[in-house]
Every structure is written in structure tokens, then in C-alpha cells.
């Protein structure tokens, strides 16, 4: 024990200096790069961010004047229909004689149908040039859809209240297109409003007189497809603002009216919310548009950078750290067998022995290592090899207390004295007790099989339900592969024997026993089942220790051996994973399951083992 001791503190001391120093080492210069590489890591992500927003700014305000000269040519697209229908001289003069008819003392109804019916030719004829339209009439001077109506099932006609709002947006337009966003009527919307842009101006002729009020309606994806580009992976965000600085489309609505007068102002670059904005104008039509994109993907990719060089530095530190190991790895060689060596017999490996490579002090350390290994491994054996001895010892006590061997001829005597005064029922159970006593004078190391140690059972019951159980009905079932398994002689006989003794100790009717004996994935599983009086789990745990506590007592005060007997031999034959499990609750019965290996006995072998 003290040289353990001396041994340990050799070990500590000439390794602690030697450990200390390269630790130290290591640490120093591992701190050094991790720094170099956090300030550099630091400086770069600051820089790039600054870079990539100057960069990405420049990007996104080309791709904002793009996408603002694609909706251009929409907008010129619709102003170039509005036009074809306002200057249209067929339409006009149509107009201004459906507006005579209505007027005369008689109308004309054919001839107020045929001009409707002109007027719906031409509309028909330039609305196919512009499928896009959803809506499209053309209203008299008080506001009636007196000369043409055309609505698609998106939206639903404009009601009077639309009217309405409308004309007082074009009141003071003097002929110049109106645009404006407007929540219409919808069959086909959950909400049972579609957003619809609204396009609309006073129908003027060449003498500048008022002859009618057109208005058009789009869906909002006329806008959002030219916007496309701004607004890719849902992570973008647009808004269009007419020329009276209202808005007219956007694909997210502003949190508060501050956001949306802030970006209706934005003159410049700004980065906002984590998103950076920009703004292009049209001198022609006067729209303006405002983008914004987020900069959280940018923000990442510069962490990732900034990660990126973080690693690096800490693999440069590892690599550092490596290399000195390997520089003074022939120094501490000796150490490390050592260290090798006693996590082996830490193990249980103890043959480990190691190598003397030098002639100094680690040397002696060395020695003293493979001859401590040594006497260990030379005091392990004699122990292991009494062990065995006395759980021989112990198996060959608990055999012995099955082997009454003088009562065997003495049953064989009575049990022909019964026959020849014609008492064979007697003579039966006589013959039963004497076959379960031949059965038990067979050595110790003499293995039986399932169908034996079953046949013995069948006995063993068979003198209880004649003798003492009247009311017991017995179930017995035992799988054809596993009559020829070996299994220990008299292993079932105290598990059977302890349902009569305890089990059906206070029940007096209605008794039932099952025994069955499978192969399940090949153990050997045999099963022992009662109706009786059950256990507790304080009793069952008593059952099953092996380490000497007491055991239960019989009615007689003796303690009750037999199914500790079965616990115990099971241990020192086989060992784990076999054993016996004890299921039950009182009142409710019990269910015993031995779990042992399966191994068959050869037929030659079995015959011998009878003989």
C-alpha cells in the first residue's frame, strides 16, 4: 500500500514538471492566436459590413431604376388605352347621340341599342389589346354607367359609394389620369374585398369639353410581377407611391403612418430596421418607388466570415499545440507507456506489461509498474480459484439436501407390499415417490433434460392431488423442441413445491397450476403459474437475494430453502443474464419464470446419463 503510494507521488511530481512546462507552452501561444484572431475577426466583420452595404447599395438602386422602368411602361401601357378610348371619334360621337336620344320626347330604343352596341365593339376591340383589365366602364356626367360596363368575376360592379369616392378624386383633375388604390367588392376573396388599383380621368375632346368619366380597374399584380426582382425570396419589401404622394401598391403594409411619411420622404440611402432602402422617381409620370431588402442575410455571411476566422485562429492554436507535443513527445515516451499501462490495469488487463526503454529514474517507475501488475495479477487467481472451490462446495451441500438415499429401498419394499394386498392406487403413489427419489440420487454433475425434470413434476403432482388437493386442475405444456434441453436435476421441483406449501396454503377450492416450457430466442423459459394467495414485493425481493439474508419461514418456524435453493444454484452454475423472475401481487397469484440457457443433449449423451 505505502509503495502504491510512493509510487503515485513519483509519478505526479516528474510528470507535473514536464506537464506544467508544455501546458504553459501551449496555453501561452494558444492565447496569443486565439487574440490575433478575435481583433482581426472584429476589424473585418466591421469592415465588410460597411463595404457590403456600399456595395449592395449601389446593386439594389440599379435593380430599383429597372424594376421603376418596367412599371413605367405599364403605366404608359394603360395611359396609351385610356387615351385610345377617350379620343376615340366613333365612341364620342356614339356618346353624344345615345345622350340626344335619352333627351328627345321620344327615344329611339333601336337606335340607342345600336350605339350601345357600337360603343361595346370598340371596347371589346381595344380591352383585348389589355387583358389585364378587370374592370372597365364609361359613366355619364352624373355618375351612371349609361354607356358601358364591363366587370370579370374577380371583382363585383362599383357601387354608388365607389362612384362617389371616385369623382371626387378626378374633380379637379382636369382630363389627367388618376390613380388610386381602392378595396373593392369580391365573390372569390375570404375577406370579400379584393385591393384593386383604379385607374380613372374625365372623357375630354379636342375642344376640351367634357363628354364622359372613364374608369379602369386592375388587379394589383399588374404592379407586383414588374416588381419582382425587389421583392425575390419574400425577403423585400416595395412601395409605390402615386403623384398625389399616395400609396398605390405595396407588398407589406407600414407598421404606423411615421414608417410610411418616412419612406414617402426618403431622398437618399438609408438603412432602417436592419434593411436598407432606396428610392428612384419618374420625371415623366411622376410615381415614385421605394425598396427595401434586409441585411440580416449580409449581416450573417459576416459572421460567418468573422467565425470563419475565429476557427482558423483556434486550429492554428491546435496545430501549435500539436507540434510541441511532438517535439517533446521522445522526452515523455517513457511517461506516456506508463499512463498506457495503468489505464490497461484500470481495465482489469492485468498482464499488461511495459516496456523499459531507459535506465533512469522512469526506468524504476517502469520496474515497479510490471511487478506491481504482476503480484496483482498472481493474488486475483488464487482468489478467483477459491471462489470456485467454494461455490463447488456450496452446490454439492444444496444437492445433498436432496438425496435421501436409504428412503429409496424402503419405498421400493412397501410399494410391492401394496401390491400384493391389491391397494394399487396406494401402490401408484408409492411408485411416484420412489421414481422422484431414484430421480435424485443421480451425482451432482449429472445433467437431466426438460422431459425428465417435467416427468418428475407430473409425479410430484400427481401425490398432491391425490393425497392432499382434491379440487386441482393442472395444465401442463412443454414446446417438442425443448424436451431434449439439459437443464439442472430437482430445479422445478421447488418452485412447484412452494405453490402447494404457500400458495394454496389458505384456498380450499378452485385451484389451478400451469406449467409451460418454451424456447423464446433461445433461452430456455419455464414458467410456474398459480391462482393462490400471491406475495408481496417485500417477500418476492426476499426470494430472490443471493447475498446470505434470511429467508422466509414455513408454517413450522424452519426457513423456507427451496426456492432460494433454485435462486442460488442458478447463480453459481450459469450466472447472469439467468435467473428467476417472480411475478405477483397478493390475492391475485404468482408467476415464477426461470430463464436458462437452451442447449440440447445429444441423443448418445442422454442415453448414457439414463443408464
Excluded at 353624344?96 to 365593339?121: G, V
Excluded at 418456524?557 to 444454484?569: F, I, K, P, Y
Aim: glycine share 6%.
Amino acid at each position: 500500500m505505502k509503495g502504491g503510494i510512493r509510487m503515485r507521488s513519483l509519478i505526479r511530481s516528474v510528470f507535473g514538471v514536464n506537464q506544467s512546462f508544455r501546458v504553459r507552452l501551449i496555453l501561452s501561444l494558444s492565447c496569443i492566436i486565439l487574440l490575433a484572431s478575435g481583433a482581426t475577426g472584429y476589424f473585418t466583420y466591421h469592415y465588410n459590413t460597411k463595404l457590403f452595404e456600399e456595395e449592395i447599395s449601389k446593386q439594389f438602386s440599379g435593380t430599383n431604376d429597372e424594376a421603376l422602368a418596367k412599371m413605367e411602361l405599364k403605366v404608359q401601357e394603360l395611359v396609351r388605352v385610356t387615351q385610345a378610348i377617350v379620343f376615340n371619334p366613333l365612341i364620342e360621337k356614339m356618346i353624344r347621340q345615345i345622350n340626344a336620344n335619352e333627351s328627345a320626347e321620344e327615344t329611339d330604343t333601336y337606335q340607342l341599342y345600336y350605339d350601345k352596341k357600337q360603343i361595346e365593339d370598340q371596347m371589346f376591340q381595344i380591352k383585348s389589346d389589355a387583358p389585364y383589365i378587370t374592370g372597365l366602364y364609361l359613366y355619364d356626367l352624373n355618375g351612371n354607367p349609361s354607356y358601358f360596363s364591363y366587370t370579370t368575376s374577380t371583382i363585383k360592379k362599383l357601387d354608388t359609394a365607389t362612384i362617389q369616392a371616385i369623382r371626387s378624386k378626378i374633380s379637379d383633375s382636369y382630363g389627367d389620369l388618376v390613380w388610386m388604390n381602392m378595396p373593392l367588392p369580391s365573390a372569390i376573396e375570404p375577406s370579400g374585398y379584393r385591393k384593386t388599383i383604379i385607374i380613372a380621368r374625365w372623357m375630354k375632346n379636342s375642344s376640351l369639353a367634357t363628354y364622359g368619366m372613364l374608369v379602369m380597374a386592375v388587379d394589383e399584380s399588374f404592379f407586383s410581377s414588374s416588381l419582382k426582382e425587389l421583392i425575390k425570396d419574400g425577403k423585400g419589401e416595395v412601395y409605390l407611391f402615386n403623384p398625389m404622394k399616395e400609396l398605390l401598391y405595396s407588398n407589406r403594409e407600414p407598421s404606423s403612418p411615421e414608417e410610411l411619411d418616412t419612406l414617402l420622404n426618403l431622398n437618399q440611402t438609408e438603412v432602417m430596421n436592419k434593411h436598407l432602402y432606396v428610392q428612384s422617381e419618374s420625371k415623366s409620370s411622376a410615381f415614385k418607388l421605394v425598396s427595401g431588402t434586409s441585411l440580416e442575410e449580409m449581416q450573417q455571411k459576416n459572421q460567418d466570415l468573422t467565425r470563419l476566422i475565429l476557427y482558423s485562429g483556434l486550429i492554428s492554436a491546435l496545430v501549435t499545440s500539436l507540434l510541441i507535443v511532438l517535439s517533446v513527445g521522445n522526452l515523455l515516451r517513457p511517461l506516456k507507456d506508463l499512463l498506457l499501462g495503468l489505464r490497461k490495469v484500470r481495465a482489469g488487463d492485468f498482464e499488461t506489461r511495459i516496456d523499459i526503454r531507459t535506465k533512469d529514474e522512469l526506468a524504476y517507475i517502469g520496474e515497479s509498474f510490471n511487478a506491481m501488475a504482476e503480484h496483482v495479477e498472481r493474488l486475483i487467481k488464487e482468489v478467483y480459484l477459491t471462489q470456485l472451490s467454494e461455490r463447488e462446495a456450496e452446490l454439492k451441500a444444496l444437492q445433498a439436501q436432496l438425496n435421501p438415499h436409504f428412503l429409496h429401498n424402503m419405498l421400493n419394499e412397501i410399494y410391492w407390499k401394496l401390491i400384493l394386498r391389491d391397494e394399487k392406487e396406494t401402490a401408484g403413489l408409492i411408485a411416484a415417490m420412489s421414481e422422484m427419489l431414484k430421480y435424485s440420487l443421480m451425482p451432482v454433475q449429472t445433467l437431466t433434460t426438460v422431459g425428465e425434470e417435467i416427468g418428475q413434476i407430473r409425479n410430484y403432482v400427481k401425490m398432491q392431488s391425490e393425497l392432499f388437493e382434491a379440487d386441482l386442475e393442472t395444465v401442463i405444456e412443454v414446446e417438442d423442441g425443448v424436451m431434449d434441453c439439459e437443464i439442472m436435476r430437482f430445479i422445478l421441483q421447488p418452485l412447484v413445491e412452494n405453490v402447494f406449501i404457500h400458495a394454496f396454503r389458505n384456498k380450499l377450492s378452485k385451484k389451478e397450476l400451469s406449467i409451460t416450457a418454451r424456447n423464446r430466442q433461445g433461452v430456455l423459459e419455464i414458467e410456474v403459474t398459480d391462482n393462490g394467495s400471491g406475495m408481496d414485493e417485500g417477500t418476492i425481493a426476499r426470494l430472490l437475494e443471493q447475498d446470505g439474508g434470511s429467508a422466509p419461514h414455513r408454517a413450522d418456524g424452519r426457513e423456507s430453502l427451496g426456492v432460494r435453493s433454485v435462486v442460488r444454484r442458478v447463480a453459481l452454475v450459469y450466472g447472469p443474464p439467468y435467473r428467476l423472475e417472480i411475478e405477483s401481487k397478493p390475492d391475485q397469484g404468482t408467476t415464477m419464470r426461470l430463464m436458462l440457457p437452451c442447449v440440447k443433449v445429444e441423443r448418445g449423451e442422454q442415453e448414457h446419463a439414463l443408464r
